[in-house]
């Protein structure tokens, strides 16, 4: 090789390494020194809240520079005040970066109090929760032995918050699934007296989500033999329903399988997609991790991959476990993003089935 040639290969080289040892450098300060802020769409000492605080105190470990993590809570409008502050006044800055719970559905039926579009913000992960577990009284309609016995019963009552509730929503669809017969009682005014209610017998059946199932219930009134769970809501991540090892111990098969077990075939048609789809939006992107549109795609690519690292952060997951009683697992990759974007543009069709749903739901409903 001439000394000429020579010469320019390692000037080139120089080069490259100059730029790449800049760019990691660039890469690495980003956050030193600096401060981000966990946003969270509800009040302080809610579930949301809980997890956002047990991510905050653990989440600098894994991003370089070391940044000072703070929690700031945004609620009112369920939820959707913090995620309009997010989208329509937040510094685009890379220092703001949301843990939402249930903006999701909202923004894709075109909620009125949501008046961003979360498909424009940055995405960074998405935390799939088990939606809830399904249990009903062991007395009701007449006597409910074994979960297989669901399709025999006579009339009774199902109760929620709401017809506009996703937990009332995904509970309505699948019973309606079954074709069980029932009554539909709304309008608890929380999750603790729609509780107390199933307690003292005035409803005998209801969607609870999986931690208070396993606080509460799974060592109340199942243990006593006053409650049978009978199906837990799947993860939907686009590719079919999975099972969840969170909710392998309540003794309940995923609602599908469930189905499968009552009828001997697979559930399907227009109830169905309204389920899979309301499902999705509920399990997968249950929580989600946005931040401001704009906001530097450095940023952005570093936040990812601090949600990777924690999940692999043993203190993190032991303090999750002692406190919300399952490990998080967050999905930080563009297969996942995709899937956010289309979820929230299904088909129009689809769309309209769940809203015409939900307006029978309404007249249906006794309060």
């Not at 079919?240 to 499968?260: K, Q």
Request: glycine letters at 8%; a neutral charge; proline letters at 5%.
């Amino acid at each position: 090789m001439s000394r000429l040639k020579l010469t320019c290969l390692v000037a080139s080289v120089t080069a490259l390494l100059t730029c790449s040892a800049t760019t990691h450098a660039q890469t690495s300060s980003f956050f030193s020194g600096k401060q981000l802020t966990i946003l969270v769409n509800f009040t302080a000492g809610g579930p949301t809240d809980t997890e956002a605080r047990i991510v905050s105190r653990h989440i600098a470990k894994h991003i370089a520079g070391r940044p000072t993590v703070v929690v700031r809570n945004m609620g009112g409008a369920g939820g959707a005040i913090g995620a309009n502050w997010l989208g329509q006044i937040a510094a685009p800055d890379g220092l703001t970066l949301s843990l939402f719970t249930g903006m999701a559905l909202p923004s894709a039926m075109g909620d009125t109090s949501v008046k961003v579009d979360l498909t424009k913000m940055p995405f960074v992960a998405a935390g799939p929760s088990i939606g809830g577990v399904v249990f009903a009284r062991t007395d009701t309609g007449g006597g409910l032995k074994s979960s297989r016995d669901l399709l025999k019963l006579n009339e009774f009552w199902a109760g929620g918050l709401s017809a506009e509730s996703s937990k009332d929503i995904a509970m309505r669809m699948q019973l309606d699934l079954l074709g069980v017969k029932y009554k539909y009682l709304t309008g608890f005014a929380g999750t603790n007296e729609l509780r107390h209610a199933l307690e003292i017998g005035e409803i005998h059946l209801i969607n609870e989500t999986l931690s208070a199932y396993k606080a509460l219930i799974q060592p109340g009134m199942v243990a006593r033999g006053e409650a049978i769970p009978l199906w837990y809501q799947p993860v939907d991540k686009g590719q079919g329903l999975t099972t969840s090892p969170e909710a392998a111990d309540t003794n309940a098969l995923p609602y599908h399988e469930y189905y499968r077990q009552l009828t001997g075939v697979d559930p399907s048609g227009p109830i169905w997609d309204g389920y899979r789809f309301i499902n999705k939006l509920t399990s997968t992107f249950q929580r989600l991790f946005l931040m401001p549109p704009g906001s530097p795609p450095e940023a952005v690519a570093i936040l990812q991959a601090a949600m990777v690292s924690l999940q692999k952060d043993q203190e993190f997951l032991t303090e999750s476990m002692d406190i919300l009683k399952f490990e998080p697992q967050y999905d930080a990759d563009d297969q996942t993003a995709e899937l956010f974007r289309a979820s929230l543009n299904t088909d129009p069709k689809v769309k309209a089935f769940v809203r015409d749903f939900i307006e029978k739901s309404k007249m249906s409903a006794k309060r």
